[in-house]
């Protein structure tokens, strides 16, 4: 009698166990992974304003059942990023990975064949993991120098044609030239001009639309 009760517990335990499984599994939102630099990391910005932010409450009112998590920090680089990308992908297994980085490379006069193959290697990962991929394109002014310049800005299209994945033109598209749009420093969008950048990034992922409507 006793061996069939320590045998119904462990049943009873095992059951238990099981269901809790499952629905933990079930409750598990997909991710969207954002990793970027003080442009996506609400630099100087009230917390709770930046684009990445509005695209979470989109998201939300859109019923849509994946979730952000906000990677980016302030400063970044490309070999940066690249070397957080692996844990990264391992710990929130993203089905969605945006790539909003460079402007710091360009900034401190990286080489730009550096940069290239900084990001390309975490398209070639993010896409091996199972994700899809957003690029988002960076420009950067001519008083760096028209080659410069130049080869810096075909970089990102360039890449997305060659990894086949989606292509943000211009990450501060409607934004970059409008000194209203700036804080003091110049250099990092305020708070109106959030709304703007989310717009951008969120037309860019229309080809993903479908997608953010369900679970992967």
Known sequence: MRNQ?????????GLFCLLMSISSWAQVKPVILVIGD?????????KGTGWVNLMEDQLSRSKSP????????????SSGGLSRL???LAQKKPGLVIIELGANDALRGLPVNQTEANLRKMVQMSKHSGAKVLLCGIQIPSN?????TTQFKNLYPQIANQEGVELMPFFLEGVAT?????????LHPNVDAQSIIFKNVWGSMAPYSNLLKKAP
């Not at 760096?144 to 410069?148: D, H, I, K, N, S």
């Open 66 to 77: 994946w979730s952000i998590f906000n990677a980016s920090i302030s400063g970044e680089t």
């Open 144 to 148: 760096y120098g028209q080659t410069y």
């Open 178 to 186: 409008k000194p209203e749009l700036f804080q003091a420093d110049r």
């Open 5 to 13: 009760l320590v045998t119904a517990n462990t049943l009873i335990t």
């Open 86 to 88: 692996p844990n990264l």
């Open 38 to 46: 003080s442009l996506s990391a609400e630099y100087g910005l009230p």
